[in-house]
């Protein structure tokens, strides 16, 4: 069992950064492939970025790559998506999401077994 709850979002300028986080409870993180996804209003959740359980493979969205990082730390149980050069199409809720198998990274969200609750990000114009 993993639970996971998402801080970091808020309210930015296009072009600022933000770093979000995902903290997670259960003895089991380190075993985990993590991901980010985003909702946005009227539209479905789609895919951001994931991460192995060692943090050595990742994949990107192609409208995030080269602005996004995603990053882990298994000591402190928790992963990180850094957002650079943010813009308004970035606006969304973001999700972090695990999946029990460590490897390979799934894009797609029936891959993934536990959800956190979201945190919203706004980018103005």
């Known amino acids: 069992q993993v639970q996971l709850v998402e801080s970091g979002g808020g309210l930015v300028q296009a072009g600022d950064s933000l770093r979000l986080s995902c903290a997670a409870s259960?003895?089991?993180?380190?075993?985990?492939?993590m991901a980010w996804f985003r909702q946005a209003p009227g539209k479905e959740r789609e895919f951001v970025a994931a991460?192995?359980?060692?943090?050595?493979?990742?994949t990107y969205a192609a409208s995030v790559k080269g602005r996004f990082t995603i990053s882990r730390d298994n000591a402190k149980n928790t992963v990180y998506l850094q957002m650079n050069s943010l813009k308004p199409e970035d606006t969304a809720v973001y999700y972090c999401?695990?999946?029990?198998?460590?490897?390979?990274?799934?894009?797609?969200?029936?891959?993934?077994?536990?959800w956190g609750q979201g945190t919203q990000v706004t980018v103005s114009s």
């Open positions: 999401a695990a999946n029990q198998k460590g490897e390979p990274l799934y894009r797609a969200k029936i891959s993934y077994d536990y």
């Open positions: 259960g003895r089991t993180f380190s075993s985990v492939a």
């Open positions: 991460i192995n359980w060692n943090g050595i493979s990742t």
